[in-house]
């Protein structure tokens, strides 16, 4: 017993003994491993928060720029203001800069076409000199590089990469050279002289950065005057980023894209890319003019959109997680508004450039940007409800009209009288706002295009519909406009009213000529008084349009398969085979369309101080496009026309094969399942 009891004892001091070691031993770990972290953060001087400030990385972005190197009056977000300016867009960046040195900046395509600085495109490279002055690292191109067609945009280039400049990269990854002529070897040397590539490594907080650029199909769709082909865009950046992948050390994938968004998710091909490459990080998605106040997030990507002219800067910070994706921090768009300062060093770059714009473009014109033309009293329509607002607008009605009167008092015109002009909303690009109107501005308003001339601006051109055509024009911009809103159709010289319940090409109820409704005296018109004069099929109106939107008359019968047909001819009633022979001259000189609504605007009456005055006729919209909000059954069929009864037909054809096919598979079960046999 005694033994039993001392063995015991024994074993629980020796137990007892090997815990208290245990402990110490323990301790000793805690010890040594926090005196090896604090010796640890002593080293690197605080270097774990380094660290962690290292992983991110801030990122500011614009898009669809589209040459509004100056500010400008517009309507922004429901007010008259003064906006955007790369001189205020530098006092961001160096605020911005300030916080975080690296940050990151780029843009997503369309950085020309679209103020006056693009007359000077070729022979300057304004946009991108300056976006290197700003410190852009990279951008794309847009459908709008392409204006001035494949020679003016290897001109501009080239002089970009002669002018000793700092530039941004310029990236696009799915240019198609498979089967390049002349043309596109042509191009494909200024690229190369330029430096574009697929994509390019920047490093930012030394956090590895690949960025690639591409070039969407719709994009594509808008440039006619591209002569290059593309590959499918999410399959190209696919592919790119598979190889970057596979020959880079990258930490974050920034795919800068010229391709828009959409409210079809079956059309919003930067939404497809995110989803077909999601290896991508964050995608500036450009074309759409999209603002998006929150990202558009698929899994691990982010898409991004600021809108249109620099009106506001995107921001946002990029942190890295575990595993090595990003989460977006403190995403904002910050507009550019007269609260921000305009940078005085820029200004003078600006101003090198602008004087250069006076003497070599607007002089052939007689004017200067900052002439005044007239003074402004009354709210014009916004571009925005030109697409969106499917009626009448008093901006629309102000342009088509000056069409008229420009070719009409211009230097040898031929006596004809203009029956009709058309204005495509996809073509207007800002409106006017109270106070003065400048040459500038208006040629903000309407920017686009080159003439035959090679001198910027789309030309007025002036060819030939029947009454009959003239019908379906009206009932394109009733019907098809609401799926292609840039195809809205303002006019001077023809009313229609439509009720948008009707079926489909048979909303138009109804459709006339007018005589004298404009703004004051044209030639065979009164001043605010009107005619109607019902059309005739067979007779040809003479219709006047800038020369993209005529271009674009003759599509509508390729796109319609036939359906629809529109046939732009000459005088004589033979089709148009060239539109360049139908531009119309003022002079010597093409009429220029944005030079049409200037003088216009110039020749209204003055006021005591001698400044012309646009009209009180503009105040209001004046019954061309009316609206006939009807549902019940006799407005709905009254008066169909030939496509109503083609779509009754086709519906009753369907409904008597599908009562075929119904009834047919009916007999075929009933012979299956009940044979004659079982039936007796």
């Known amino acids: 017993m005694r033994f039993r009891q001392g063995y015991r004892k024994g074993m629980v001091i020796r137990m007892r003994n090997k815990i208290k070691n245990l402990k110490k031993i323990q301790y000793i770990r805690w010890i040594v491993a926090l005196a090896f972290l604090l010796l640890f953060w002593a080293a690197g001087g605080g270097k774990g928060s380094a660290a962690e400030e290292g992983n991110r990385v801030c990122i500011l972005f614009t898009h669809d720029m589209h040459s509004h190197i100056n500010s400008f009056q517009t309507v922004y977000e429901g007010s008259n203001v003064n906006i955007g300016g790369f001189a205020r867009i530098q006092t961001i960046i160096k605020e911005k800069r300030g916080q975080s040195p690296e940050l990151l900046l780029v843009d997503g395509g369309d950085f020309s076409m679209g103020s006056l600085f693009q007359t000077v495109y070729e022979t300057q490279a304004s946009e ?37 400049d700092g530039l941004p990269a310029l990236l696009v990854c ?11 070897l042509g191009i494909k040397a200024a690229f190369q002289e330029y430096g574009v590539k697929d994509y390019i490594i920047v ?68 939404e497809i890319i995110a989803q077909k490459v999601p290896e991508l990080d964050v995608i500036i998605s450009g074309h759409s003019h999209t603002t998006l106040e929150e990202p558009l997030v698929y899994g691990n990507t982010y898409i991004v959109s600021a809108g249109e002219y620099g009106k506001a800067v995107g921001a946002f910070t990029m942190a890295q997680k575990e595993g090595g994706r990003w989460s977006m921090e403190d995403y904002e768009l910050i ?34 940007s900052d002439q005044v033309l007239a003074h402004n009293s009354y709210a014009f329509s916004t571009v925005q409800a030109l697409e969106q607002q499917h009626t009448e607008h008093n901006l629309g009605n102000l342009m088509a009209d000056a069409y008229i009167y420009a070719v009409e008092t211009a230097k040898g015109y031929d006596g004809i009288p203009v029956d009709m002009a058309v204005v495509p909303s996809g073509t207007v690009r800002d409106t006017y706002v109270p106070g003065d109107i400048t040459v500038e501005d208006v040629f903000n308003s309407f920017s686009l295009g080159i003439g035959k ?63 004298g409704d404009n703004g004051h005296m044209l030639p065979g018109g009164a001043a605010g008084g009107i005619e109607r004069i019902e059309l005739e099929d067979d007779k040809l109106y003479r219709v006047v349009a800038d020369l993209y939107s005529g271009q674009m008359l003759s599509e509508v019968t390729d796109k319609s398969y036939g359906l629809l047909s529109l046939v732009p001819k000459y005088a004589d009633g033979t089709p148009v085979t060239d539109f360049e022979d139908c531009i119309v001259y003022d002079g010597d000189k093409e009429l220029k369309a944005w030079a049409g609504i200037a ?7 003055t006021n005591v101080d001698g400044i012309p005055e646009i009209p009180e006729y503009y105040k209001e919209n004046r019954g061309r496009k009316n609206v006939e909000d009807k549902k019940d059954l006799i407005s709905l069929i009254k008066s169909p026309n030939k496509y109503a009864a083609m779509i009754v037909v086709a519906i009753l054809l369907a409904i008597i094969i599908l009562t ?21």
């Open 128 to 164: 991108l000199r300056l976006m290197g002055a700003l410190g852009y690292d990279a951008t794309t191109f847009g459908n709008h590089e392409f204006d001035f067609r494949s020679k003016g945009l290897e001109n501009m280039l080239r002089t970009a990469a002669g002018s000793g």
């Open 174 to 184: 799915n240019v198609d050279w498979s089967q390049a002529g002349e043309e596109q």
């Open 203 to 270: 490093e930012k907080n030394g956090i590895k950065i690949a960025l690639l650029g591409v070039f969407g199909q719709d994009a594509l769709a808008c440039a006619p005057t591209c002569a290059l082909s593309f590959k499918n865009p999410a399959d190209a950046v696919a592919e790119t980023v598979a190889e970057i992948r596979r020959n880079e050390d990258v930490d974050m994938l920034v795919c800068l894209s010229h391709c828009g968004t959409n409210e079809d998710r079956k059309k919003s091909e930067d």
């Open 335 to 368: 507009p550019t508004t007269e609260d921000v300062p305009e940078d005085d060093g820029m200004k003078a770059r600006i101003a090198e450039f602008e004087k250069t714009i006076d003497e070599d473009y607007l002089s052939l014109f007689s004017y200067t």
């Open 453 to 515: 001339d090679g001198i910027p601006g789309y030309p007025l051109v002036s060819v030939y519909l029947t009454g009959k055509e003239l019908k379906i024009a009206a009932e394109i911009d009733a019907s098809i406009s609401d799926f292609m809103k840039t195809a809205r159709l303002y006019m001077s010289g023809l009313n229609m009213t439509y009720n948008p319940h009707r079926l489909i090409l048979n909303k138009v109820t109804d459709v006339y000529m007018t005589r």
């Open 599 to 605: 003088k216009y605007i110039a020749s209204f009456e």
């Open 660 to 680: 075929v096919v119904i009834i047919a598979i009916a007999r075929l079960v009933r012979s299956i399942f009940f044979p004659k046999r079982l039936r007796q």
